[in-house]
């Protein structure tokens, strides 16, 4: 059983526009763009988190909430079942996806997606 230090929430809340905006911007493009989140689940505390930032945005991670109700959270390699979701779907071409996963040590790792 993994359990996380209570301030990891915050602490996504609090730096979420730097892990965000800087990888986007350096990648000509903003979150308004982005139409697919594949988000980790890493515990439902995080995703209440994550969900109320992205929901600002007008963004979702339903894929997300239903692999934590589904599996829970397998450490950072959950986001893959989350990708499995998108890839197992009809996106349009050219479409763009912000692939999300945090890590020990409170790690954040982004990577852009374009189908």
Same mark, same amino acid.
């Given at each position: ?23 986007l911007?350096k ?11 594949? !988000?980790?689940p890493? +515990? /439902?505390? @995080?995703?209440? %988190?994550? $969900?109320? #930032? !992205?929901?600002?945005? +007008? /963004?979702? @991670?339903?894929? %997300?909430? $239903?692999? #934590? ?13 989350? #990708? ?8 349009p071409?050219e479409?763009?996806g #912000?692939m999300l ?15």
């Open positions: 059983k993994m359990i996380l230090d209570k301030s990891v929430p915050e602490t996504i809340a609090a730096h979420f526009p730097q892990i965000i905006n800087p990888f911007k990648n000509s493009i903003s979150i308004t763009e982005v139409n697919n989140l594949v !988000f980790h890493g +515990g /439902k505390k @995080i995703v209440q %988190t994550v $969900e109320s #930032l !992205f929901g600002a945005l +007008g /963004k979702n @991670i339903d894929d %997300t909430k $239903e692999v #934590l109700r589904l599996y829970g959270n397998m450490s950072s390699v959950t986001v893959l079942y989350v #990708l499995e979701r998108f890839l197992n779907r009809k996106i071409a479409d763009y #912000l996963s945090f890590g020990p040590g409170f790690s954040a790792q982004r990577i852009l997606i374009q189908w």
